[in-house]
């Protein structure tokens, strides 16, 4: 009869059976959030896989490597004997890089408009070839459209290519000095929308360099091509000109970052000789390495981040202090070690590698082999990791001829393609990136209609200069002295001689020349906004403008002649001027020993001291303001950086002469020269009050009622603080994993110290009270030690504590009046739904985690200091399954020795099983009373809550199944 019971609800076994594993796998999918969070997101399926393997499959060996070669060409003439057009039209070229000095952009005028016929019919030349190859069945070679790239870094020539109807764009050094990463973006806006509709999908740039060290004779001049020095900026300003370049383009426009891993701190130009920086891989990677981090991995997918990254000839130490790399672009050891950064090998599996350019000077005399050996450097550049090598003046000798060596090395690369299989999947996989970048730049639509831009749209390009004039005004730095002793501005008879560094460049070599600062540019603007016409502050001809060249052929030159000689008589003006000036003000560039005149105003410090003692000098550096030493700073009433010499600056300079500016700008590198040092610049601003503001209780943002009030927080209930933005002596954000330091204090006088890090200039920190009373919560970061206080009261849940006493103590600044002991009456705080985590953290803000001892013994919060709710981890989950399964295996035993069947047996470890997960999961959801077990018994708390809630499953299950069988 027993027997048959049992066995009647045996046949029910295998519903209840699955009814308890369903639980089970419930219980186990709720238990380890921690586990599923904790996994990277698998990547999304590629939408251009089947397109790639589409077009490989149609090319052959040659037509493959030759998408693998970025050219330079002469010239903007396209016909059928040209070299441009044999490498296009016979061997699948991957695309061409539009100079200046190749004579590729020519035109005074419709300059943009020649640009975009050019673009126009380099990609209909390519899908002509192509069409070329198919026959009715569309069994030819697939279109490619060709990368056509450029240079567009601002600040006209050389640094922008297509200079010439092009809107006149700042420097980056311009952009960095107003520390404002919307301005980089805007600009970055203005750079990809002109770009596009020229027909450029390639930007060779921005340069990511950290510059390090004052620029000198022994350092490699960058000028005003960097942000600036401070890594963390670098890479802020980076993302937001990337995001720009972006968004103008609607995407279309490939960002490749320059000078990877960094040129900052280069001693020799490195198309004269390979550069080497006294730099381990580790070194690099806590500096120069740091914006191009910010850019790749760490972008993520979003429009901040490069689509790829160029290579810089230089080389670095290597795994040890006495070895040094060969240069990066060439030596697959020292380009892998960078490359497997984990920054970048995460962004690399679609992010493109391009050479520098491979027949400079440098790589010719690195090398030292003639005839020169183009196939080596081909091959040693392209297994460094490089998918497109930059082949220019690579020619038998620089300005020789390169087609004979470009489609030597591809018929090099076809051979070793179809007979090394090692190299073909090199091969095949950088063109995979190549092919997917040129994809994704159109959306998976390889038509010519689609790729070639509207003609129209043409006229748009260059009329941007009026969004530029904020950020001028915005760049200004006044260097020295300080604000507050500046000299009176010129009065309305004052003399006014202006000198100013004319330089004369071409947009092609037949073009006419035209200077980048002309020689009245800064008179034009000061009468402009200071003349009659604009409140008569001046009158014009109190001002008298001469150029650089003058000024240094009157301070050597001889001064006997005839009146119509030009140059006595240009000598006799400025004689006569500086006889009754009142103001000298230089407009420099950079110091060049190429410019024989750039450093005149030396010069003139050094023999016209009479003038220098009697008049206000004012110096305004439209390129670096790093050419000037301490002394000869000393000898101005100002000396102001600008950075940039487009038109929107000398209107800014204007106006910083008149003092019509608070020049907000701040120096972007270090300059010893006027005491500027970046690394203080950027610490936190030692008079600033850190304000503590609350974020978010058990997972739901907060806002008290009034700041100064304090905050009742339910025991065991997750409370994260934040500061508001920590300011830099620049005024800005301090940049990002700046250490802050909370400190916890209780009305018993115990402290705990948490260490937080800053997040765009935010830092955070967590407890959970376990104990009722007062915490008091202050923050502090180097010399910045005064923060409001920030005043907590525990409370149990259901009763609020009995207070006495009056008055409402609130957020004080640390040092206040505020008295620990006093009690107030807490006020009611409002909660509401927040898109926090199941944790309760904000998504994507890091919490800072407690340091090692947590909080004192006695302290409300000991017991999780910085723990979310759910504090169980991988190892707890892990451990804790473990000791069920050796709980099972009593509980088998219990259940087959009273019921004699496996039946018997299965149902108490089951029961054990259920039981053990719901304790778990009860600790890991954070129930009443889990804090004080955590107390009681730190780590082990998991498994021992675990292994107990499961006994006491076995026991019931057991003990049910005992009084079954007797009944």
């Known amino acids: ?108 005028i419709n300059t943009p408009r020649l640009v975009q016929s050019l673009t126009t019919e380099l990609q209909e030349m390519a899908y002509r070839a192509a069409a070329a190859t198919q026959n009715g069945e569309d069994t030819g070679r697939s279109f490619v459209p ?21 809107t006149p764009l700042p420097s980056p050094m311009a952009l960095g000095a107003t520390w404002n990463p919307a301005y980089a973006q805007q600009v970055g806006v203005i750079t990809g929308r002109e770009l596009s509709i020229m027909g450029i999908n390639m930007l060779l740039g921005p340069a990511l360099d950290v510059l390090q060290q004052p620029q000198g004779e022994r350092t490699f001049d960058l000028g005003v091509g960097a942000f600036g020095g401070q890594p963390y900026w670098v890479g802020e300003m980076g993302q937001a000109y990337i995001t720009g370049v972006h968004q103008g383009s609607d995407s279309r426009i490939a960002v490749i970052a320059q000078h990877f891993p960094g040129l900052g701190f280069a001693d020799t130009h490195p198309e004269i000789e390979i550069p080497v920086v006294p730099r381990t891989v580790e070194e690099l990677s806590q500096i120069d390495l740091v914006p191009y981090f910010a850019v790749t991995g760490r972008a993520g997918n979003t429009p901040a981040r490069a689509d790829g990254l160029q290579c810089a000839n230089m080389r670095y130490q290597g795994r040890n202090l006495r070895s040094i790399t060969r240069p990066v672009c060439v030596d697959e050891q020292a380009a892998g070690d960078l490359l497997n950064q984990s920054a970048i090998r995460s962004w690399r599996t679609r992010g493109v590698m391009i050479s520098s350019p491979l027949g400079t000077r440098a790589i010719r005399r690195y090398y030292n082999v003639s ?34 060596n470009v489609i030597d090395v591809i018929r090099f690369f076809a051979e070793r393609y179809q007979n090394d299989p090692v190299f073909r999947i090199r091969v095949d996989q950088s063109l995979s990136r190549l092919l997917r970048l040129k994809l994704s730049l159109y959306d998976g639509d390889l038509s010519l209609e689609n790729v070639l831009t509207p003609p129209g749209t043409i006229d748009e390009v260059g009329r941007a200069t009026a969004e530029l004039h904020r950020i001028a005004q915005d760049s200004v730095t006044l260097i020295a002295p300080r604000r507050e002793s500046l000299s009176t501005v010129p009065a309305r008879d004052d003399n006014i001689v202006i000198f100013t560094d004319v330089r004369l460049v071409q947009q092609c070599s037949f073009c006419a020349a035209y200077s980048t600062l002309s020689v009245n540019a800064l008179e034009v603007a000061i009468e402009r906004l200071y003349g009659p016409y604009a409140g008569a502050q001046l009158r014009p001809e109190q001002v008298t403008s001469f150029s650089f060249a003058q000024l240094d052929t009157y301070l050597h030159g001889s001064f006997e002649g005839t009146a119509s000689d030009s140059t006595f008589k240009t000598n006799q003006r400025i004689g006569e001027a500086l006889r009754a000036v009142d103001w000298v003000i230089f407009a420099m560039l950079d110091i060049s020993p190429d410019v024989a005149s750039s450093g005149v105003i030396r010069s003139f410090l050094d023999r016209e001291t009479e003038v220098v003692e009697r008049s206000n000098l004012i110096a305004f550096a439209f390129g670096a303001p790093t050419y000037l030493s301490s002394t000869e700073i000393s000898k101005f009433a100002a000396y102001f950086g600008l950075y940039s010499a487009i038109p929107p600056y000398v209107d800014a300079a204007a106006r910083a002469l008149f003092q019509e500016s608070s020049y907000p700008g701040a120096l972007p590198i270090s300059l010893p020269a006027a005491g500027y040092n970046l690394d203080e610049a950027t610490s936190p601003a030692p008079n600033q009050t850190i304000q503590i503001v609350p974020e ?67 830092a955070r920190t967590s407890f959970t009270p376990s104990r009722t009373g007062r915490i008091l919560i202050t923050a502090s970061v180097g010399e910045a030690t005064r923060s409001t206080t920030f005043q907590v009261i525990a409370v149990e849940e259901a009763e609020p504590p009995a207070l006495s006493g009056s008055g409402t103590p609130g957020t004080s600044e640390a040092g206040g009046t505020a008295d620990p002991a006093r009690t107030t009456t807490p006020t009611t705080i409002a909660l509401a739904p927040t898109s926090a985590g199941a944790s309760g953290a904000p998504a994507g803000d890091a919490v800072p985690a407690t340091p090692p001892g947590g909080l004192p013994a006695g302290t409300p919060g000991a017991a999780d200091a910085d723990h979310s709710p759910r504090r169980v981890t991988v190892n707890d989950l892990v451990l804790s399954l473990f000791a069920l399964s050796l709980l099972s295996g009593l509980g088998f035993s219990a259940g087959f020795s009273t019921t004699l069947t496996v039946d018997g047996g299965i149902r108490v470890v089951l029961g054990s099983i259920v039981a053990g997960l719901v304790g778990y999961t009860y600790y890991g959801l954070n129930g009443p009373g889990v804090e004080q077990v955590h107390t009681l018994l730190d780590d082990l708390a998991p498994v021992i809550t675990t292994v107990s809630a499961g006994l006491v499953g076995l026991i019931y299950a057991w003990w049910t199944l005992r009084l079954y069988r007797w009944r």
Do not use: C, W
């Open 146 to 166: 060709l990368f056509i790239a450029t240079e567009h870094a601002g600040n006209g020539q050389p640094g922008t290519e297509i200079a010439l109807g092009t």
């Open 371 to 404: 005839p020169f050996p183009h196939r080596q450097i081909a091959r040693e550049a392209f297994l460094a990791g490089n998918d497109l090598l930059y082949l220019d003046h690579f020619g038998p000798q620089p300005n020789a001829d390169q087609l004979a």
């Open 696 to 762: 978010s209780l058990a997972g739901r943002s907060i806002s008290p009622a009034r700041a100064s009030d304090p905050l009742m927080v339910p025991l065991g209930s997750r409370l994260i603080l934040r500061t508001e933005p920590i300011l830099d002596r620049n005024g800005s954000p301090v940049p990002d994993n700046t250490s802050v330091e909370f400190v916890l204090a209780t009305s018993e006088n115990a402290q705990a110290r948490q260490l937080g890090t800053t997040e765009n200039g935010i």
């Open 1 to 108: 009869m027993l027997r048959g019971k049992h066995r009647r609800s045996g046949s029910r076994s295998p519903l209840r059976s699955g009814i308890i594993l369903l639980l089970i796998g419930a219980l186990l999918s709720a238990s380890a959030p921690t586990l599923t969070h904790a996994q990277p997101p698998a990547d999304a399926p590629d939408p251009y896989e089947p397109m790639i393997s589409r077009i490989l499959a149609s090319l052959t060996p040659e037509e493959r490597v030759g998408q693998l070669m970025l050219v330079t060409f002469e010239g903007a003439y396209l016909g059928e004997e040209t070299a441009i057009t044999q490498l296009i039209t016979e061997y699948n070229l991957g695309g061409v890089v539009l100079l200046a000095e190749n004579d590729n952009i020519n035109g005074q």
